[in-house]
């Protein structure tokens, strides 16, 4: 029978072909599953069971790193990911092992969400500005403009080319996680940015964001790709961020969170935001709902409680009226003068007025 380390193997290779996953994430399924396979041994799978995992999970929550840090609970989960994908990979060809579903996920943190306020995007935009490179320059606002209007991941942004960006109907479609495919927007900022960049360039590259000054470009007229790298496009977003004075974590993440942070503030539903940043579940999309918190809180102090006060208030009214009406009949019972009464009348009025005036 094989063991464990056989059916890893034979694990990330159907992932890499029958289920089209990206380099990155078999990598990642590679490393937590061989440090379940170093906690474990090579065993068989018939071995795994729930007191495995219990040790396991013991194990992990006192694992500490190079830097002598433990484990977040969010890269313990995703361990325990990792290994449920294996296990139902496992079942799915009838080997005998522990089922998936047994094994849950601990409960972690919450997520915070790092954002922009809209004048932070304002000046990081303008930091651009102090660049003296004029091509540089053209090519960061655009890259800038273009992660703030689309939402899209920084390994997207960094793939695109220059023929799949639909520059006169402002939209595109791109690949993200999984291999599924959304279209993007451009605003007339971003797309405005894009052109001036791509008129000034003098290279033959199919790369949107080209990487110009480099010691392996010897002129502008040779045909090289030299697309830019996710972490070239970090160092120009943390470059502006600092000429800008913002004291922030920016990031290109940080960016995709502004974007969707920014449509849920002016009324985007839910749905279209997840659809626009390409999560495959809403409950992901969910981590941006701290934005409708504010809005929220003026509908309940609007709203709320509104029955009652309106009830108290024609409560008072109605006593008032009970006893303006028998100050009336007590007056004419003992034979006041009509002026007197006229007096009350008015008296009478300025009371009912005031309340409604309150109501």
């Known amino acids: 029978m ?43 799978p018939v071995k795994i069971d729930l007191v495995a995992v219990k ?26 990911i990792a290994l449920r994908v294996l296990l139902k990979y496992l079942s799915k060809n009838d080997v005998e092992t522990l089922a998936a579903e047994k094994i849950e996920l601990g409960k972690q943190e919450d997520r915070e969400i790092a954002f922009l306020e809209p004048n932070e995007i304002s000046e990081l935009f303008n930091a651009t500005k102090s660049e003296k490179n004029e091509l540089i320059k053209l090519r960061d606002i655009a890259i800038m403009q273009t992660l703030y209007s689309t939402g899209l991941r920084v390994s997207e ?56 000054g480099t010691n392996r470009q010897s002129n502008d007229d040779i045909e090289e790709l030299n697309f830019l790298t996710p972490r070239t496009i970090q160092r120009v977003l943390i470059k502006y961020a600092k000429r800008a004075g913002i004291t922030k974590k920016v990031t290109p993440h940080v960016l995709r969170h502004s974007f969707a942070t920014d449509l849920l503030r002016n009324g985007a539903d839910l749905r279209s935001v997840q659809a626009l940043l390409g999560h495959s579940n809403v409950t992901t999309t969910q981590i941006y709902t701290h934005v409708t918190d504010p809005h929220l809180k003026e509908i309940h102090g609007k709203f709320h409680g509104k029955v009652e006060e309106e009830e108290e208030n024609d409560q008072t009214i109605i006593k008032n009226d009970e006893k303006i009406s028998k100050t009336q009949m007590s007056k004419s019972k003992s034979g006041k003068s009509q002026s007197s009464v006229s007096k009350l009348d008015s008296d009478s009025d300025e009371v009912d007025l005031g309340e409604k005036k309150i109501k």
Do not use: W
């Open 157 to 212: 942004i960094a793939k695109l080319s220059i023929e799949s960006v639909n520059l006169e109907k402002q939209e595109f479609s791109v690949m993200g996680k999984g291999g599924k495919t959304r279209v993007v927007f451009l605003s007339n900022e971003a797309k405005e940015a894009i052109e001036k960049y791509i008129k000034m360039r003098r290279d033959n590259s199919p790369a949107l964001f080209f990487r110009h």
């Open 2 to 44: 094989k063991l464990l380390s056989d059916y890893i193997t034979d694990f990330l290779e159907y992932c890499e072909i029958e289920k089209g996953r990206s380099q990155l994430t078999i990598r990642n399924y590679n490393h937590y599953l061989d440090r379940f396979l170093e906690f474990a041994g090579d065993i068989k």
């Open 55 to 80: 040790n396991y999970r013991l194990f992990l929550n006192r694992l500490k790193d190079n830097r002598n840090h433990e484990l977040k609970k969010k890269t313990q989960n995703y361990h325990l």
